[in-house]
């Protein structure tokens, strides 16, 4: 008897040992991506580009001897990060073509999160159509509007947003909510809290898994150049999180992320 209690003390040991390890090993890229974008934003545009794409070489290379699944699908998934921020580099900010834009850059960052759901096994859509998920939805919908426009109305107070439409006219902002929703917010949520959050949560817990990705989310807001919009996004990231860990519905995050944009660059430019 004593040896069983033995080898199960042991073995406890081992797996708490591998454990602590597969998380060591997800933390440093996740603190790579953090020095890279707080070199883009004390305006090291070279070295802050470069650890980026380091980050992408590393991570790629490193899947070829990863044999723990949920790390190397941790390691897929931050691979997406440092390629969103590229791309938003190479975007200009607030001209007549950047609306138009985000479409070029979020559609292949859709397909390349839609290979990894394919090779995850995962499902964005799981429930069947019913009454109780159209009443649901009406609910998300009045939910998203009510903190899209309070994480909109707070970052307006420190940031100055510009507009991304010339008229308050109906065809700009379905042509902005469009963008906003199924681009932006969609692809976004998806990567960050479908993904990213869900993964974290496997190798750390919920509340680490919450606040590690709402603290990624808020840093890869860096081009600001404000520390309080860093925060804010941040914590705006905990909100999102939280939302998704007590529905795991990506349509709710995704809408109120979206919407809070529309708000943001849409309607309050003009208020």
């Known amino acids: 008897m004593g040896s069983d209690n033995e080898y199960i003390s042991k073995t406890s040991l081992f797996s708490y040992l591998d454990a602590w390890k597969d998380s060591y090993t997800i933390l440093i890229p996740i603190l790579l991506i953090i020095t890279a974008e707080m070199l883009l934003y004390a305006g090291q545009m070279k070295a802050g580009v470069g650890l980026h794409v380091f980050i992408i070489l590393m991570l790629s290379l490193s899947l070829g001897w990863l044999r ?55 499902a964005i859509f799981q429930q069947r159509f ?63 809290r479908f993904l990213l959050q869900t993964k974290l949560e496997n190798s750390f817990s919920r509340s680490g898994g919450l606040v590690l ?3 990624v989310f808020g840093v890869m807001h860096s081009g600001y150049g404000t520390l309080y919009e860093i925060a804010f996004v ?25 919407l809070t944009n529309v708000i943001l660059f849409g309607l309050m430019p003009f208020m």
Not at 141 to 152: E, R
């Open 68 to 122: 723990d699944s949920n790390v190397a699908g941790t390691f897929q998934v931050l691979t997406l990060l440092p390629l969103l921020r590229l791309l938003n580099i190479s975007m200009p900010v607030f001209s007549e073509t950047t609306l138009y834009l985000y479409i070029y850059i979020y559609t292949p960052l859709f397909f390349a999160a839609y290979l990894l759901l394919r090779h995850e096994n995962l």
């Open 213 to 215: 990705t709402a603290l």
């Open 130 to 192: 019913s009454w109780e998920i159209v009443t649901k939805v009406v609910l998300y919908i009045f939910i998203a509007v009510l903190i899209g426009y309070a994480i909109a109305y707070g970052e307006d107070q420190i940031i100055n947003a510009g507009n991304l439409i010339s008229d308050l006219t109906f065809f700009s902002l379905l042509k902005l909510s469009f963008v906003m929703v199924v681009f932006v917010g969609f692809v976004e949520e998806l990567i960050f």
């Open 234 to 258: 941040t914590l705006a990231g905990l909100v999102l999180g939280y939302m998704f860990q007590r529905t795991r519905s990506l349509f709710l995050v995704s809408l109120t992320h979206g």
